[in-house]
C-alpha cells in the first residue's frame, strides 16, 4: 500500500517535471511539439540580439534564436542558430537573415528575405547575414543635417536680434514711427483715389460701354471685310514688289544728277551769266522798257487829245488844210 502511495508521488511529480518543461518552453515561445528546422548565420556583430528574440517573415513570427556563439575560424564572427517553427514555410536558398530593431526601444530580431529561388534550403543551412542599421544611427544620420540647419538658423536668428537692436533706438524708432504714418497716410491716398475711380467708372459706365461697343462692332466690321483686306495687303504687296523690281536706283540718280543741273544753271543766272542771267541781275533793260511805256503813254495822250493830227476823215475830197498838215523836215 504504501509502495502505491510512492508511485502516486513519483507519478505526480513527473507529470509536474513535464508541466514546468512545457510551460518554461512556451513561455519563451517555443514549442516543445512543433517540428522545428534548425538555420544558422554569421554576423561580425549582433547588436544586443539574445536567445530566444524571433524570428520573422514580414513581421509574423515563424521561429526564435536558439543560440548564439563565438566562431572558432574566424575571430570575431558570431554564429547564430534560429529554428523555424512554422511548417507552412519554406526556406529557399540564398535567403537572406537580417538583425533588424523591431520597436523604438531598440528589440531585436532576425527577419528573413526570402530569395527568388526554387531550391529550398536544407536543414542547418548557412543563410546570407545582414544587418539593418539600428534605429539611433538612422536618427543621427536623419538629425545630423538638420542640426547643422539649426545652428546656421540661430546664428542667423542671433545676426538679426544684434541688426535689430541696433535699429531700434531712440532715433530709429522714431524714424520707423514717421515711416508707418507716412505709410498710413499713402493707403488712405490710395483708398481715397480707389473711391474716386470707382465713382469715375460708376459715372461714365455708359460711355465705356459706348467704347466696348464701338471696338466690338469695328471688330466686327474687321472680320466681313476681312477679304478686302486680304486683296488690299495683296495689291500693297504687288506694289512693293514692283517697286522693288524696278530700276528704282537709275531713277534716283538721273533724278539727282537732274536737280544738280538745275542747280549749276540757277547759279549762273545769280551771277548773271548768259541771256536769263542779264535779264535777271542787269536793269537796263527794266529802264529802257519802262522809257518806252513812258514814251508810249503820252503818245496816247496826245492822240486822245489831238486826233486830227493822227486821224483825218474827208467826205467831200477836200484838200488838208495847211495848218493841219504835218509840218515838213528840212532836208
Known sequence: MRFKKEIVVGFVILIAIGLLYFGFNYLKGSDIFASKRQYYAVYNQIDGLTVDNPVQINGFRVGR???AELSLKNKGNIIVGFEITEERIQIPKNSTAMISSIDLLGSKAIVL?????????AYGDTLIADIEEDLKSVVDKRIAPLEKKTKELISSIDSAVTIVQAILDKDARESLSESFYSIKRALRSLENTAFQFNEMVSSEREKVEKIFSNVESISENLRRNNTQINNVIS??????????????????FNANKAIKNITVVIEKVNAGQGTMGQLVNN???????????????KLLEDMRVNPKR???????????????????KPR
Open 113 to 121: 528575405t526570402l530569395s527568388d529561388e526554387t531550391e529550398i534550403a
Open 65 to 67: 534564436v536558439n543560440s
Open 283 to 297: 536793269d537796263t533793260l527794266y529802264n529802257n522798257l519802262e522809257q518806252a511805256t513812258l514814251e508810249l503813254d
Open 310 to 328: 493822227y486821224v483825218h476823215f474827208s467826205i467831200f475830197g477836200k484838200n488838208e488844210k495847211e495848218k493841219d498838215k504835218p509840218e515838213k
Open 235 to 252: 495689291n500693297l504687296s504687288e506694289v512693293t514688289d514692283s517697286l522693288a523690281a524696278s530700276n528704282l536706283k537709275t531713277t534716283i
